[in-house]
């Protein structure tokens, strides 16, 4: 089956502590997204890649980091930086840039 | 600026049609989107229509654009329960930037 793949589904952040959120897929496309999502609120863009070792800092990068190692894959940590991380967090990937995005299902995180 | 506008509510009964309705910014737009997200799931493409259409149906969904306005419109006809979500509307935009998404409106449907 061809998709985006992220995990974990719930993950828990005690203060001070780094986290990192995984996201994978099998589609072949060049581009990957990360946005956050709090309640009630629409999609803010994080973090964006158009190409392996290449990203492009968001609406809202402060207190995250990213890395895209390889074209599948592209893991976005939650820096202790990051203040108020408690949100939903959604990974897309695009054939190229500007084109269809397609989500994955989300890792909600939560802090202890 | 670079805003996509939706309203936030939408309530309908079950049966009837919703719309569901979307400004966007950018007169050079090439594409525009509906998604649809479910509680705890993420985005899924509902469909999507290129700026030189003016309309797109595909089944129960009739997409409708209004590029002097640069307004576009989701019906859902014969509304279901199973249709209650939240419906992103997206633009491409020019230059080398990802797609910019609305705020979501979150549809409502009463049996």
């Known amino acids: 089956d061809g998709g985006i793949t992220q995990s974990p589904k719930y993950l828990f952040r005690k203060e001070g502590q780094n986290v990192t959120l995984s996201c994978e897929q099998n589609?072949?496309?060049?581009?990957m997204y990360w946005y956050r999502q709090d309640p009630g609120q629409g999609l803010r863009l994080i973090y964006y890649s158009q190409i392996v070792n290449d990203f492009q800092k968001g609406d809202i990068a402060e207190g995250y980091s990213v890395s895209r190692e390889k074209k599948e894959s592209f893991p976005l940590t939650v820096t202790s930086a990051q203040k108020n991380p408690t949100a939903f967090y959604l990974c897309?990937?695009?054939?190229?840039?500007?084109?269809?995005?397609?989500f994955g299902p989300g890792t909600r995180l939560l802090v202890l | 600026g670079e805003d996509v506008e939706q309203s936030l509510f939408l309530s309908v009964r079950e049966g009837d049609s919703s719309v569901i309705n979307c400004t966007y910014t950018d007169s050079s737009s090439t594409y525009l989107y509906w998604y649809k997200q479910e509680p705890g799931a993420g985005l899924q493409l509902l469909t999507y229509i290129f700026s030189n259409m003016d309309m797109k149906q595909d089944q129960r969904l009739t997409v409708l654009l209004n590029k002097k306005d640069k307004h576009l419109s989701l019906r859902i006809a014969d509304t279901q329960t199973g249709d209650s979500a939240i419906y992103f509307c997206?633009?491409?935009?020019?230059?080398?930037?990802?797609?910019?998404f609305g705020k979501g409106t979150r549809l409502s449907v009463i049996a």
């Open positions: 897309a990937s695009s054939p190229g840039d500007r084109e269809t995005q397609y």
């Open positions: 997206a633009e491409s935009i020019r230059g080398n930037t990802p797609l910019v």
């Open positions: 589609l072949n496309h060049d581009a």
